[in-house]
């Protein structure tokens, strides 16, 4: 997996904003993808996912869009609310393993 | 809304002492793995089991490692001795379709170990 030790990229929004979250995969061969929220002390928690016949997934305030052609995943988050500030994983599928990228925290300002 | 446990929740040790933990997955999963987290890094899979059996084991190290699923329901991850490097959050996930990876792990609230 990757790994950036206890430097991980910082998004700050504003309470109401949308938030958009960046992940760059690895393996072209990859068909499964998801999103995961992680909150301190806690596990990650499913958010969505997306298979990659696909290049859109909505679900209730998140949408996830991959781009294959430069492996490229995003999570957009509608009217970020303080209870989204967490960090926030993006997985993917090599061979039967499920591979976590680094992580971004997301700091909502009220 | 049916969720994986894992006990305890943290657990404080001494190097060169034996500790294990505890992990129930969502009842019918078929699918279940143990993971590594350390401090400001993703989950790293340690451990794969299909119902009894070890699907993958190869980034358990063997020598001080060792995980079970006995009766294919929970399972138990042992460190003896532990180490300080070995100080990190234990996560366990569990999925329901048998190709593993493919199908959501849900994980559970993990076991925070630090070793001193």
């Known amino acids: 997996g990757e790994s950036v030790g206890l430097h991980l990229p910082t998004l700050s929004v504003q309470e109401g904003d949308n938030s958009i979250i960046n992940c760059a995969y690895s393996n072209s061969a990859s068909d499964y993808f998801i999103w995961y929220k992680q909150e301190s002390g806690k596990g990650p928690q499913f958010i969505i996912d997306i298979r990659s016949n696909m290049d859109k997934r909505q679900g209730q305030r998140v949408t996830v869009l991959l781009n294959k052609t430069v492996k490229h995943l995003s999570l957009q988050i509608a009217a970020t609310q303080p209870g989204d500030s967490a960090v926030y994983f993006c997985?993917?599928?090599?061979?039967?393993?499920?591979?976590f990228g680094a992580g971004t925290i997301l700091r909502v300002k009220s | 809304e049916a969720e994986v446990a894992q006990s305890p929740r943290y657990k404080i040790t001494e190097k060169s002492q034996a500790v294990a933990f505890w992990c129930d997955p969502i009842s019918g999963h078929a699918t279940l793995y143990w993971y590594r987290q350390i401090l400001g890094q993703g989950p790293e899979l340690l451990v794969q089991?299909?119902?009894?059996?070890?699907?993958?084991d190869s980034q358990l190290p063997k020598d001080r490692f060792s995980a079970e699923r006995l009766k294919g329901v929970d399972s138990t991850l042992k460190i003896q001795p532990a180490e300080l490097g070995d100080s990190a959050m234990y996560l366990c996930?569990?999925?329901?379709?048998?190709?593993?990876?493919?199908?959501?792990?849900?994980f559970g609230p993990g076991t925070r170990l630090t070793v001193l």
């Open positions: 996930a569990s999925s329901s379709r048998i190709s593993g990876a493919t199908d959501t792990q849900y």
């Open positions: 997985a993917e599928t090599w061979g039967n393993k499920l591979v």
């Open positions: 089991f299909q119902d009894e059996s070890v699907v993958d």
